[in-house]
């Protein structure tokens, strides 16, 4: 018998109207615009040297790279549903996207740390309990998010686009056939999503920083009184010069969870960020899937070496 082929690891994200597929070399974004479907390609900067490839740091400029690829695709995708001279300027892109981290880290980091001192929890005197419930409130606000965005007739249909996506990667993986009928077939959840990496990033920051700050605490007390900075001001700028590490642990255990997820233990460590999918992913129409489709078939060949 022939040897089974081995699996390209792909992976993507929604975008308007449309999917962007990422292999190792190459970035395929496919978007429905006028009742067709129409692709961009983009090469992947390959990052040289043995530090990008260490675990942790790997894992941290995989997201960043992530983030430039999903935002450059994002963009581009709504700007093919604009007339021309609607068009988003790279300023305007720049713009949006210190906006949308500014707006994540005041969110997801300050609000849930001051929000945490005013019910009464101190970090300085009690930093486990103060971590947990920090990490609660966290968890609690992404969650509000959530569900207040997936109201939003736009954002239903990009959950759509998110649940194609999922569903051809499945079929891909899954060595069918990529036809629509073969892809209607699988679920919408995927254990690598970037739904369940959030996840895993909320839980890890309470790991980490109940961890870190006790250390911070004891070891340089003296340097947080001699800073003419408030303590909780270094506190939470500490959180964010954290998010790298977090980043990359999270990364880790993505990757560790999608190779052992048929294990009973990882099964319940990654139902969350499942849980969580059944919001952030519908079930598309069939030309959805035909996008996602296209995507996932177009990386497949530019991934092997064949022309487009």
């Known amino acids: ?49 043995k530090f990008y490839k260490l675990p942790i740091a790997r894992g941290f400029y995989n997201l960043v790279d992530m983030l430039v690829l999903g935002t450059r695709s994002l963009m581009w995708s709504a700007d093919q549903q604009l007339e021309e001279e609607e068009k988003i300027t790279k300023k305007e892109m720049t713009f949006s996207f210190l906006f949308a981290f500014l707006f994540g880290i005041g969110l997801f980091v300050i609000l849930p740390y001051f929000a945490t001192n005013l019910i009464g929890f101190f970090e300085e005197s009690q930093p486990l309990f103060f971590n947990l419930i920090d990490g609660m409130i966290r968890i609690t606000v992404f969650f509000i998010y959530i569900f207040a965005i997936s109201l939003m007739k736009d954002v239903q249909i990009l959950f759509k686009y998110h649940g194609a996506e999922h569903m051809a990667i499945h079929c891909y993986e899954k060595g069918k056939k990529l036809t629509v009928d073969n892809i209607k ?9 970037g739904t369940a990496f959030i996840m895993i ?3 890890a920051s309470i790991l980490v920083f109940s961890i870190i700050t006790p250390v911070l605490l004891t070891v340089f007390p003296g340097l947080l009184k001699m800073s003419a900075f408030p303590r909780r001001t270094i506190l939470v700028v500490v959180r964010i010069l954290l998010i790298p590490i977090i980043a990359g642990l999270s990364y880790e255990f993505l990757k560790f969870s999608a190779k052992n997820e048929k294990h009973s233990i990882m099964r319940v460590l990654i139902w969350p960020g499942l849980l969580m999918q059944k919001v952030t992913t519908k ?16 990386i497949i060949r530019l991934e092997k070496g064949k022309a487009l």
Do not use: W, Y
Request: hydrophobic share 35%; charged share 35%.
């Open 201 to 203: 990033v909320l839980v």
């Open 283 to 298: 079930r598309p129409n069939k030309k959805q899937i035909e996008v996602a489709k296209k995507a996932v078939e177009k």
């Open 1 to 49: 018998m022939p040897k089974e082929e081995k699996k390209l690891n792909i992976g993507g994200q929604a975008v308007i109207e449309g999917v962007m597929i990422r292999g190792m070399k190459h970035n395929i974004t496919a978007v429905r615009s006028k009742n067709k479907i129409i692709t961009k390609h983009d090469r992947i900067k390959q990052r040289k040297g």
């Open 185 to 193: 077939k699988f679920s919408t959840l995927h254990p690598r999503c």
